[in-house]
Structures are given as C-alpha cells and as structure tokens.
C-alpha cells in the first residue's frame, strides 16, 4: 500500500511512513541552509493547504524558530521525530502564514535600528514578525524592544 500523503497515515503507522519517505525524498537534494530550506517547506505546504509538513535535518536553531512560530499562533505544533541521521520535525500547520523567509546574509541590529528592519521586511507595522538570535536566544522584534537589546536577524514571518 503506497501513500500520498502524511495525512492520510493511520496513527499507528505514521512515524515509520515519516521515516522512510523523508530519506527517500531528500537523497537528491542538497541543503545548504536549513532554516531556509525549513521556512520554505512550511511556506510551500501553507500555499498547497497541507495540514502538515517534514523538516529534515532538524537542528537546535530550527527547533527555536519553530518554537517562536507556535507560541505566536503561525503553527498549532512540532514534534521530534528520531531517525538514524539528523532527527525530523513533523510540523502542523494552521494557515496563518502568508509569507516566510531567511534574511541573508545575517546583519546584525542594533536596538535602535529594529524599526527599520520591521518596516523594510514586513508589510505594515505591528503585523508579522522578525526574528532575531540574541544573547538572550531567539526571539521576536517586539521580546527584543521590550528587552532592550539587539541581534543578528535571522528570518520574517506573516
């Protein structure tokens, strides 16, 4: 019995179906950047109207990002899964997502200049997020205002 989809999956079944069709489809393609390649796959399944999507290769970085996506609403929840190489996070989304990206390369912001960045990169003030990587770990544009500090900005959600 072949599937299609991770939806479609009994319960039972659906971790090991994740296992081996993550490895199957990902021998051919080269990452270079996981977080973009993550942000890509969650924008892409939000324009197909997936309830869910894979993200291998799972890495700290890209674990916090998502974090920061479920506790702002833009994804219901992210799961570890365990495999033999990297580990893949399994990720429901909700469709709150219009547009997600990685800013490159990664400049760094000061907190004075975080006003600017927001308005070049997000479409109108107070809507959507940036997200930085800061001493204090990753967060959104508006944690950092109330904080007082700056970082290194990393991608852009709305």
């Given at each position: 019995?072949?599937?299609?989809?991770?939806?479609?999956?009994?319960?039972?079944?659906?971790?090991?179906?994740?296992?081996?069709?993550?490895?199957?489809?990902?021998?051919?393609?080269?990452?270079?950047?996981?977080?973009?390649?993550?942000?890509?796959?969650?924008?892409?399944?939000?324009?197909?109207?997936k309830g869910m999507c894979l993200?291998?290769?799972?890495?700290?970085?890209?674990?916090?990002?998502?974090?920061?996506?479920?506790?702002?609403?833009?994804?219901?929840?992210?799961?570890?899964?365990?495999?033999?190489?990297?580990?893949?996070?399994?990720?429901?989304?909700?469709?709150?997502?219009n547009n997600c990206g990685v800013?490159?390369?990664?400049?760094?912001?000061?907190?004075?200049?975080?006003?600017?960045?927001?308005?070049?990169?997000?479409?109108?003030?107070?809507?959507?997020?940036?997200?930085?990587?800061?001493?204090?770990?990753?967060?959104?544009?508006?944690?950092?205002?109330?904080?007082?500090?700056?970082?290194?900005?990393?991608?852009?959600?709305?």
């Amino acid at each position: 019995m072949a599937y299609t989809c991770a939806d479609s999956v009994s319960v039972k079944k659906q971790k090991s179906w994740v296992l081996k069709n993550t490895r199957r489809r990902l021998k051919s393609t080269m990452l270079n950047d996981p977080l973009a390649n993550a942000l890509s796959l969650i924008k892409n399944a939000e324009i197909k109207g997936k309830g869910m999507c894979l993200i291998q290769p799972s890495s700290k970085l890209i674990g916090g990002v998502l974090n920061l996506l479920k506790e702002k609403g833009y994804i219901s929840e992210f799961e570890y899964i365990e495999d033999e190489k990297a580990g893949v996070f399994q990720v429901k989304l909700t469709g709150n997502i219009n547009n997600c990206g990685v800013i490159k390369p990664r400049y760094p912001i000061k907190r004075e200049d975080l006003d600017k960045w927001e308005s070049r990169y997000l479409p109108a003030q107070n809507f959507g997020l940036l997200i930085l990587t800061t001493t204090q770990g990753i967060l959104s544009q508006s944690e950092a205002k109330k904080n007082g500090i700056g970082g290194k900005v990393l991608a852009y959600v709305y």
